[in-house]
């Protein structure tokens, strides 16, 4: 379940990331749980097409993270999928994550 704070602005988040050209996108973490309060961040795995060149990636990355920080006020945190290393965290998000985008 999305929290109704993240689910109000799902829109403009879409518009956001599809304007980014993003493979995918998961919510996880609090913003998904019962937890979320107003001091939690936002949490969102992205994947990307396996082309597109680590540089670009993470000026993507940056860029959906400087708008989505000022649409929500709150910090942001962007995981890339592949990324990861930690086998735990990865099976912990796996678990939690809701999709919210896909191109």
């Known amino acids: 379940m999305l929290h109704p ?3 109000a602005q799902l829109p403009a988040v879409l518009g956001i990331l599809k304007a980014q050209g993003i493979k995918s996108a ?3 973490g609090s913003v998904v749980s019962d937890n979320f309060n107003e ?3 936002i949490d969102l795995l992205i994947g990307f097409d396996d082309e597109l060149e680590p540089l670009k990636k993470g000026e993507i990355c ?4 400087d708008k989505l920080r000022a ?3 709150r910090e942001v945190d962007i995981l890339v999928e ?4 930690n086998p735990f965290f990865i099976e ?4 939690k ?5 896909a191109a």
């Not at 912990?92 to 678990?95: F, L, M, P, T, V």
């Open 5 to 7: 704070t993240f689910k």
């Open 26 to 28: 998961y919510a996880f």
């Open 39 to 41: 001091n939690s961040d």
């Open 62 to 65: 940056w860029d959906i993270h």
């Open 71 to 73: 649409l929500f006020e």
């Open 82 to 85: 592949g990324s990861l290393k």
């Open 92 to 95: 912990e998000i796996n678990e």
């Open 97 to 101: 994550k809701q999709l919210i985008y």
